[in-house]
């Protein structure tokens, strides 16, 4: 028995994804929904305040404080909340409005960006806001997730691991990520590498992301892409990218409930249509297991990808780019 429900990170679900168009695909999905507060950035926002609380770093009197798009800064919320931190959360117009309200009820301060910054996008003039306010205040700790190592350190010891443990028959050929602000697919790689020298990181991006230098542009699904490279990613081992477009990612998800039962979120979405996209390009004539880390749930989407009046305006919307 455990005391808090957040507690309770980590040895997420493993499940097969059956595909029948493809029977040389052995398609397994990690579950990082099932976390605590719904993502897999509990396993970061846990491991990075105990850590930093058993070393002194930060104290009792110490605020967080970090730059998010909404999972993370749920996340830190909630163990912040825990351990009786303060925490200050930059969010801006993408942040969906249920991950606000989320952030907002365990207790976290929070700073709204409405300014686009010089590349359409948010992320820049959150972390400039970030910076001004750590100039101004005494005892906080940017917990900066694009650069610190504790980040990739946090998915190295746990998600990793797991995954080198549970693939079936220790057997690991291909592990496609999404790629936000980088930690996790920093970790995961590193660790995954160690075990299995010869599996492919595939990291997924998507269109309109400048993470692996495509062109930036209005992204509408948050969670996975970048208005900037994140420092953190120049340790990952990846050996291919893959991007996709949101209409690939909405379809995805749809078939994802309609087909598994899985009620998925974006990145999640982005994941499962680059497991398809990739080897519609790269054919296998032999077995192989393909891991594909599902980063958040559905519920969140419930106004956006699930709704149609919305997939209809990301259509339209696309099509105008076409």
């Given amino acids: 028995m455990i005391n808090n429900i957040l507690e309770k990170v980590g040895n997420t679900p493993l499940i097969a994804l059956k595909n029948n168009e493809n029977a040389h695909l052995n398609v397994f999905a990690k579950l990082e929904f099932y976390n605590p507060t719904g993502s897999v950035k509990d396993r970061a926002a846990s491991y990075i305040i105990n850590r930093l609380l058993n070393q002194g770093v930060i104290n009792s009197e110490t605020t967080l ?10 996340s830190l919320s909630a163990y912040a909340r825990q351990k009786g931190l303060k925490f200050i959360c930059v969010i801006d ?42 100039q ?37 050929d291909y592990l496609f990520m999404g790629v936000s602000s980088g930690g996790t697919i920093t970790g995961v790689s590193q660790k995954v590498k160690e075990k299995y020298p010869n599996a492919k ?6 269109d309109g992301s400048v993470i692996f230098g495509g062109k930036s542009r209005k992204r509408f699904i948050p969670g996975i892409g970048s208005s900037l490279r994140p420092k953190i990613l ?11 477009n949101e209409n690939e990612t909405v379809t995805s998800c749809i078939e994802l409930l309609e087909k598994y039962n899985i009620y998925a979120g974006g990145s ?5 249509a680059a497991v398809h996209k990739y080897f519609q390009l790269h054919a296998v004539d032999k077995p192989v297991n393909v891991m594909c880390v599902f980063a958040d749930r559905g519920e ?11 997939r209809e305006m990301i259509e339209n919307y696309n099509l105008t780019l076409a």
């Fill in 136 to 172: 101004n205040t005494e005892n906080i700790y940017w917990i900066n997730q694009y650069e610190n190592p504790l980040n990739a350190q946090a998915y190295y010891d746990s998600l990793g691991n797991e995954i080198c443990l549970e693939i079936p028959r220790q057997k690991l």
């Fill in 300 to 310: 969140r989407y419930i106004n956006t990808i699930y709704n149609a009046e919305w």
């Fill in 234 to 244: 120049d340790s990952a081992k990846i050996d291919d990218v893959v991007s996709v």
């Fill in 93 to 134: 117009n993408t942040t969906l409005p249920v991950n606000e309200m989320m952030i907002r009820l365990q207790g976290a301060e929070v700073i709204k960006i409405t300014e686009p910054d010089e590349r359409g996008g948010y992320l820049l003039n959150r972390i400039r806001t970030v910076k001004e306010i750590i």
């Fill in 65 to 74: 404080i970090e730059s998010s798009s909404g999972n993370f800064g749920i």
């Fill in 201 to 206: 990181i595939i990291a997924v991006d998507v």
């Fill in 268 to 272: 999640s979405g982005s994941v499962y």
